[in-house]
């Protein structure tokens, strides 16, 4: 079991720049794949970036590629999200997820981006 708990969401304007966390506890945190998801409403969920078990290969959604960077401190059992140049398309709740989409899931964190 893996528990999963994000933070560091919030509004902020076009052009601006946030960072996501999310603390990992329970099974050894560096074993799994992570990654980010997001959901706009009305909206599907949406993969947005991953990361592999070192760190060392990454992937991102082509909407965010440039922009984000996506990395992890297996040290500290965290994963990281830094988000720069925000557009409002990327408002959204922000999730978490270890062991790929049939895996586990935090509770999400809302990002809100104003034009």
């Known amino acids: 079991q893996v528990k999963l708990v994000e933070s560091g969401g919030g509004l902020v304007q076009a052009g601006g720049s946030l960072r996501l966390s999310c603390a990992a506890s329970?099974?050894?945190?560096?074993?799994?794949?992570m990654g980010w998801f997001r959901q706009a409403p009305g909206k599907e969920r949406e993969f947005v970036a991953r990361?592999?078990?070192?760190?060392?290969?990454?992937a991102y959604a082509d909407s965010v590629k440039g922009r984000f960077t996506i990395s992890r401190d297996n040290a500290k059992n965290t994963l990281y999200l830094q988000m720069n140049s925000l557009k409002p398309d990327d408002t959204a709740v922000y999730y978490c997820?270890?062991?790929?989409?049939?895996?586990?899931w935090g509770q999400g964190t809302q990002v809100t981006v104003s034009s």
């Open positions: 997820n270890a062991d790929g989409i049939d895996g586990y």
């Open positions: 329970g099974r050894t945190f560096s074993r799994y794949a």
């Open positions: 990361s592999s078990r070192s760190g060392g290969s990454t």
